[in-house]
């Protein structure tokens, strides 16, 4: 008799982010709330297929670990689940583009047959990291996200302008750490979000959250790449408030032929281009 064939693949596929318009405390100790910037081009894909191994891997590098994956059998109750994994990130895992919330989620997905509701996602990634980026939203920058609590806070009342962004990685990557809540206050930016901005108006609020969080937290200094903006243009910046990405935002056709060029000048890595918003 001809073999048996195996289980097609289980396949999911979760975009990340690029960092965040805002990130920080409401008040001196409110909670950790952001507003992330999507990235539809950047994902995170897993592939299972029943079969002897044991293991989740990018290459030759285990992503996520046993003990991970043994927790989130058991938070499924899939403790029988045994197979062959493979996940491909297209970001750099702690470059702030939320890799790591998009394998927990790409995994669970697979386990799951397709994606649970959005707070049985966020609980299950929040048990894994204790933090998690809102990947599991349908429109996940439409809202203001409590990342330590894995909830929405408040949605944001309108549609973000439309905007083209252009950045990179600025080293290696920085791992969040969950009980990290040393951030700047961020009250004023957030009700200007809140107020419906424009793009200068949103370009400022980036660039205003960027500055105050690396003046209190250090990290990668976005004043080169604000510099470089002001030049060509850019509305202003976005950065990864605990990662590496760094990124120029410039309304819709305005983004010059040398902006690439001008952020690997600047030492960023990994150059990427999207658009992201949704009101021209």
Known sequence: ????????????????????????????????????????????????????????????????????????????????????????????????AGASTAARLAVLRCLAGGALPPATEAAFCLALEGASDPLMLPAPGQVLWAPREGRIIAPLPATLPTIEVIGGFAGPGLRTDALDTRFADIADLVAGLHAGPDRADLGRIASESARRNHVLR????????????????????????????????????????AAAGTLRALGLTHITAFRSGGET
Do not use: K, N, Y
Request: glycine share 18%.
């Open 1 to 96: 008799m001809p073999p048996r064939p195996l289980p097609a693949p289980i396949h999911a596929r979760v975009a990340g982010h690029f960092g965040e318009l805002v990130q920080g405390r409401l008040g001196p100790s409110g909670p950790v709330a952001l507003v992330t910037l999507p990235c539809p081009v950047l994902a995170v894909h897993a592939a299972w297929r029943p079969g002897p191994g044991f293991g989740l891997w990018q290459g030759a590098h285990p992503v996520l670990g046993r003990g991970d994956l043994a927790r989130l059998f058991a938070l499924l109750g899939a403790g029988a689940a045994r197979g062959r994994w493979r996940l491909h990130t297209q970001m750099p895992p702690g470059g702030g």
């Open 218 to 257: 250090g990290g990668p200094d976005p004043a080169p790449l604000i510099a470089a903006g002001r030049e060509m243009g850019a509305l202003g910046v976005a950065v990864a408030h605990t990662g590496t990405a760094q990124a120029l935002l410039f309304a819709p056709g305005t983004v010059p032929d």
